[in-house]
Every structure is written in structure tokens, then in C-alpha cells.
């Protein structure tokens, strides 16, 4: 059974920084695409960012020059680098990737990660 499993949220103030990471577990062949989601009270899930297996990234446009994500294939792990945070950024993160594993490609979700921007 194919697992996403995150880590690294938190509490921080205005203008600091965090790191998410997730790491898939269980039995597969490959990961394509991963990424970010993102869900705050009362609003609709949102891409954060995504990174295909060569590397290419796309963020939203809110993000942009302040959060960066990145993988290491060889761990199955994909993280998000988050700095000059804002209240705003207040939300459950979500990992998602879409996995090769034995019933063919998939969309795995994790049960997300909170992310609290206050003073």
C-alpha cells in the first residue's frame, strides 16, 4: 500500500520560515509528478507547487520567490522550502504525488501538515 507521509509544519511568526517534507512509502515503481496543496478554513484546496521527475517546477503566483520545492528521488521524498511567511499562508498543507505502483499510476494524497503564521 502506497503511503505519503508529511512532516515539518508548525507554529512561526510573520517573516520566518519552515520546511515540509514528504516521503512515499510502500510498493511502487515511480513517482511523476509531486507536489503541494494547500486548505484554509473555509476555502478551497489550492496547488501550492509541483515538481515532475526532471526537475520542472510551477508555483502559484502567491508564493512565488519566497517558497521552493524540491525531491530527492533516490529518498521518494519531496519537500517545500517556506520563507518570509504571512498569516496568509495559514492553511493544512497537502502532499500529493501521482505513483506507479502495482494497479498502474495513481493520486496519492497525505492526511496534510498545519501551518500556523501568527504573532
Known amino acids: 500500500q502506497v503511503q505519503l507521509v508529511e512532516s515539518g509544519g508548525g507554529l512561526v511568526q510573520p517573516g520566518g520560515s519552515l520546511r515540509l517534507s514528504c516521503a512515499a512509502s510502500g510498493r511502487f515503481f515511480s513517482t511523476d509528478i509531486m507536489g503541494w496543496y ?7 484546496r489550492e496547488l501550492v507547487a509541483r515538481i515532475d521527475s526532471t526537475g520542472s517546477t510551477d508555483y502559484v503566483d502567491s508564493v512565488k520567490d519566497r517558497f521552493t520545492i524540491s525531491r530527492d528521488n533516490a529518498k521518494n521524498t519531496v519537500y517545500l522550502q517556506m520563507n518570509s511567511l504571512k498569516p496568509e499562508d495559514t492553511a493544512v498543507y497537502y502532499c500529493n504525488a501521482r505513483i506507479a505502483a502495482t494497479r498502474g499510476w495513481n493520486e496519492y ?4 501538515t498545519q501551518v500556523t503564521v501568527s504573532s
Open 38 to 44: 494547500r486548505q484554509a478554513p473555509g476555502e478551497q
Open 109 to 112: 494524497w497525505g492526511r496534510g
